[in-house]
């Protein structure tokens, strides 16, 4: 079975929102830090110890957050703009390797 399931993408107008979330099935991944990709881009990642860091181009308007059971990662994407359109994917973050990448979720932003 896969590793992420990736939900919440659509489309939108320029200056809208949505609300990523991404199921990592795997208990080692409680213990990892975890990152949003945009294809391979990284966007953004959170440590187990909740700390965050954004690539410079959504500072300010993405917000990354993961549960308790740190396994369930979300990425809330506001003021949305054409150049954020693409495949967004969950995986590991901070590490040398990652786990099998699943189907992402796409995100369209556009008039």
């Known amino acids: 079975q896969g590793q992420f399931v990736e939900s919440g993408g659509g489309s939108v107008q320029p200056g809208g929102s949505l609300r990523l979330s991404c199921v990592a099935h795997?208990?080692?991944?409680?213990?990892?830090?975890m990152g949003w990709y945009r294809q391979r881009d990284l966007v953004a990642d959170i440590g187990q110890d909740g700390?965050?860091d954004y690539a410079d181009s959504v500072k300010g308007r993405f917000t990354i957050s993961r549960d308790a059971a740190g396994t369930t990662v979300y990425l809330q994407m506001n003021d949305l703009k054409p150049e954020d359109t693409g495949v967004y994917y969950c995986?590991?973050?901070?590490?040398?390797?990652?786990?099998?990448w699943g189907q992402g979720t796409q995100v369209t932003v556009s008039s």
């Open positions: 995986n590991i973050a901070r590490a040398t390797w990652k786990a099998r």
């Open positions: 795997g208990n080692i991944f409680s213990s990892m830090s």
């Open positions: 700390s965050t």
